[in-house]
Every structure is written in structure tokens, then in C-alpha cells.
């Protein structure tokens, strides 16, 4: 089973820039997708990025592509988003979430099946 991790998230300024990690452990790695969603108070969770293991391809959601950046650390079990130009509408807790075998889809959060506990993002104006 994995365990996953995040850590990174804290209160910013709107412009400032913010690196979210996502640390995966358990026995059995195995893993197609891992990804980040994110949810805001009163709204649902929604899908921000997501990774391939195996070739590190990239997908984001429009309202942040250009200002985040997803990676992974193949050996290492780990993945960032490195997050810039951080606006209000940013803030929400950050979950790191994990997909174990190939799918089509992986951009709804049904799509995963292991999520960590989240990090809050706080971006003041």
C-alpha cells in the first residue's frame, strides 16, 4: 500500500512563488500517475497537475499552466509542483494523489486511489 506525503504549503503574497513536495512510501510502488488536486473552502476538489512515472509527460489544468510545474524524482518517490505567480484564487489545500495502474483518465479525482492528507496554500492579495 502507499502511504503519500505532502509538505510545502504556507501562507504567500500573490506574485510569490511556492514548491510543494509529495513524498510516496509503502511496500509496493507501483505507479502510473501520481497527481496534485487542490480545494478550495465550499468548492470541490479539482484536478491542478499530473505526472507519468514511467516518461515524466505532463497535463495541467488551463487556469494554471504556464505558472506551475510538475516533476518527479523517479528514484526517490517524489514529486514537486513547483508553483509561480501564486494568486488568490490559488489558495486551498494541496493533495498529492496516486494512480497505480494504466487508465485513460486522470484528470477527475475518482481517478485516484490513494490521496495524502493535503498542505495548505494561503495566497494573500
Known amino acids: 500500500q502507499v502511504v503519500l506525503e505532502e509538505s510545502g504549503g504556507r501562507l504567500v503574497q500573490s506574485g510569490a512563488s511556492l514548491t510543494l513536495t509529495c513524498i510516496a512510501s509503502?511496500?509496493?510502488?507501483?505507479?502510473?500517475?501520481m497527481g496534485w488536486f487542490r480545494q478550495a473552502p465550499g468548492k470541490e476538489r479539482e484536478f491542478v497537475a499530473r505526472i507519468k512515472w514511467a516518461d515524466a509527460s505532463t497535463h495541467y489544468a488551463d487556469s494554471v499552466q504556464g505558472r506551475f510545474a510538475i516533476s518527479r524524482e523517479y528514484g526517490r518517490r517524489t514529486m514537486h509542483l513547483q508553483m509561480n505567480r501564486l494568486k488568490p484564487e490559488d489558495t486551498g489545500v494541496y493533495y498529492c494523489?496516486?494512480?497505480?495502474?494504466?487508465?485513460?483518465?486522470?484528470?477527475?479525482?475518482?481517478?485516484?486511489?490513494?490521496w495524502g492528507q493535503g498542505t495548505q496554500v494561503t495566497v494573500g492579495s
Open positions: 509503502g511496500r509496493a510502488f507501483s505507479t502510473y500517475i
Open positions: 494523489a496516486h494512480i497505480a495502474k494504466t487508465t485513460d483518465s486522470s484528470d477527475r479525482a475518482a481517478d485516484y486511489g490513494t
